[in-house]
């Protein structure tokens, strides 16, 4: 059986200790022993996990973002809806009120000629007991 050789490439990689986590790691490539692999082999599967990690959790914010788009297009279009019906409702009510408003004003009409009519000390006097009854007025 013919072993094949394993290749291998050389990279040299530089820690600037001032910053907290090359710090840390260079540390930790410190600490290890040869019984836990070479430095390679844990630096490439703290990559390839971080990375692969990374690839997921934009796998997973892409079908999140691509779910709340939906759902935002849904809710535009029943607000649109809403909004549609409130105006339709209120158009209902405000062709309806005009007639009602019109009579008001007509009954408005009579209310004035009647208030004519009675004395200014009459009214004034009501006035007074109205106030009074509702507590507004206090005499001096």
Request: glycine share 4%.
């Amino acid at each position: 059986m013919i072993q094949m050789r394993k290749e291998y490439r050389s990279s040299n990689v530089r820690f600037c200790m001032d910053d907290e986590n090359q710090r840390r790691t260079w540390e930790y490539l410190q600490s290890i022993t040869r019984k836990e692999g070479s430095y390679g082999k844990i630096l490439s599967d703290a990559f390839v996990q971080v990375l692969d990690g990374n690839h997921a959790i934009e796998q997973e914010a892409l079908q999140q973002n691509l779910s709340e788009c939906v759902t935002e297009k849904m809710l535009s279009m029943q607000l649109s809806t809403l909004k549609r019906e409130l105006l339709e409702e209120m158009e209902s009510i405000y062709g309806n009120a005009i007639p009602a408003a019109s009579r008001t004003g007509d009954h408005r009409d009579e209310m004035e000629q009647e208030a004519a009519g009675v004395p200014e000390t009459d009214m004034s006097n009501a006035m007074m007991t109205m106030a009074l009854a509702m507590g507004d007025w206090v005499p001096e």
